[in-house]
């Protein structure tokens, strides 16, 4: 077998989700890294075996990882970057709850490459590369036609930071109230690959990582949807806002992100 960057990554995102399901409902150890903000054991055993794999096939390339933030090969000027994270819904995973995944993203000198997003609970693995399209588990995959907020369903997700969450309360009013619903499940990376498959119609977060939604911003644009910041600029990781949808739907949601109405009262 050629041993690619997609070849690869795929066969260890399956890998360290095999970790993840195996140990899915059993006694955990948790550490908390903020009041909210949790990890597990496993989060960082699916982060050894992907760092790991990466290092032995691609020395040279850089990785940045949620658990242990950045390594730099010894060839510092690859234009290559790795972005992992291991266990994105590590609060849905510790609780239970199966909606996680593992994501693993590559860019070239700042622009993704290729994104892999694999869901061990649905065996779902999503897969993009630049210019070549998105596929779930072989299916080439396209975002929605819906063309009214009214008919939308949308996602959003709030941060383990208070004061960013309580930014988003007033979106999320605005959106629940002028959409057909809303949704809300713990995982960012997940829910950019089901606006790619056209499950949700749009997503909007603040204050995201790199880790979070770098494979998911590529599945999206490769599957035809638009990812903007806040200000409707293509979006860039240090970006304060996301914004994912079909072309229809990217001028509202913009519009509710960037300024809120309020809703009525009685």
Same mark, same amino acid.
């Given at each position: 077998?050629?041993?690619?960057?997609?070849?690869?990554?795929?066969?260890?995102?399956?890998?360290? %989700?095999?970790?993840? &399901?195996?140990?899915? %409902?059993?006694?955990?150890?948790?550490?908390?890294?903020?009041?909210?903000?949790?990890?597990?054991?496993?989060?960082?055993?699916?982060?050894?075996?992907?760092?790991?794999?990466?290092?032995?096939?691609?020395?040279?390339? =850089?990785?940045?990882? /949620?658990?242990?933030?950045?390594?730099?090969?010894? /060839?510092?000027?690859? #234009?290559?970057?790795?972005?992992?994270?291991?266990?994105?819904?590590?609060?849905?995973? +510790?609780?239970?709850?199966?909606?996680?995944?593992?994501?693993?993203?590559?860019?070239? *000198?700042?622009?993704?490459?290729?994104?892999?997003?694999?869901?061990?609970?649905?065996? /779902?693995?999503?897969? +993009?590369?630049?210019?070549?399209?998105?596929?779930? =588990? %072989?299916?080439?995959?396209?975002?929605?036609?819906? *063309?009214?907020?009214?008919?939308?369903?949308?996602?959003?997700?709030?941060?383990? *930071?208070? &004061?960013?969450?309580?930014?988003?309360? &007033?979106?999320?009013?605005?959106?629940?109230?002028?959409?057909?619903?809303?949704?809300? *499940?713990?995982? &960012?990376?997940?829910?950019?690959?089901?606006?790619?498959?056209?499950?949700?119609?749009?997503?909007?977060?603040?204050?995201?990582?790199?880790?979070?939604?770098?494979?998911?911003?590529?599945?999206?644009? /490769?599957?035809?949807?638009?990812?903007?910041?806040?200000? %409707? +600029? #293509?979006? @860039?990781?240090?970006?304060?806002?996301?914004?994912?949808?079909?072309?229809?739907?990217?001028?509202?949601?913009?519009?509710?992100?960037? +300024?809120? @109405? #309020?809703?009525?009262?009685?």
């Amino acid at each position: 077998m050629t041993v690619t960057p997609r070849s690869v990554a795929i066969e260890v995102a399956r890998e360290a %989700g095999h970790i993840l &399901a195996e140990h899915y %409902g059993r006694a955990k150890e948790v550490r908390y890294k903020g009041e909210v903000d949790l990890v597990t054991e496993i989060d960082v055993r699916s982060e050894t075996l992907i760092v790991e794999r990466i290092q032995r096939y691609f020395p040279e390339h =850089n990785i940045l990882s /949620e658990e242990s933030g950045r390594t730099r090969s010894p /060839e510092t000027n690859s #234009p290559y970057r790795w972005i992992i994270d291991p266990l994105d819904g590590t609060t849905n995973f +510790a609780h239970g709850y199966p909606f996680f995944c593992v994501s693993i993203g590559l860019e070239r *000198d700042g622009e993704m490459v290729l994104g892999v997003v694999y869901a061990p609970t649905l065996d /779902e693995l999503f897969v +993009a590369e630049r210019g070549f399209g998105a596929f779930l =588990n %072989g299916r080439r995959l396209a975002v929605s036609s819906t *063309d009214s907020l009214i008919r939308s369903l949308l996602v959003t997700g709030f941060n383990y *930071d208070r &004061a960013t969450a309580q930014a988003n309360l &007033a979106r999320w009013e605005h959106f629940l109230m002028r959409s057909q619903a809303v949704r809300r *499940d713990g995982s &960012a990376a997940l829910n950019l690959c089901f606006v790619a498959a056209g499950r949700f119609d749009g997503y909007w977060e603040l204050g995201l990582k790199p880790w979070d939604c770098a494979a998911g911003v590529l599945l999206v644009r /490769e599957a035809g949807g638009t990812v903007t910041d806040g200000e %409707g +600029a #293509p979006h @860039q990781f240090d970006a304060p806002a996301l914004i994912a949808s079909n072309p229809h739907l990217c001028q509202a949601l913009l519009d509710g992100v960037r +300024a809120p @109405q #309020p809703v009525p009262r009685d």
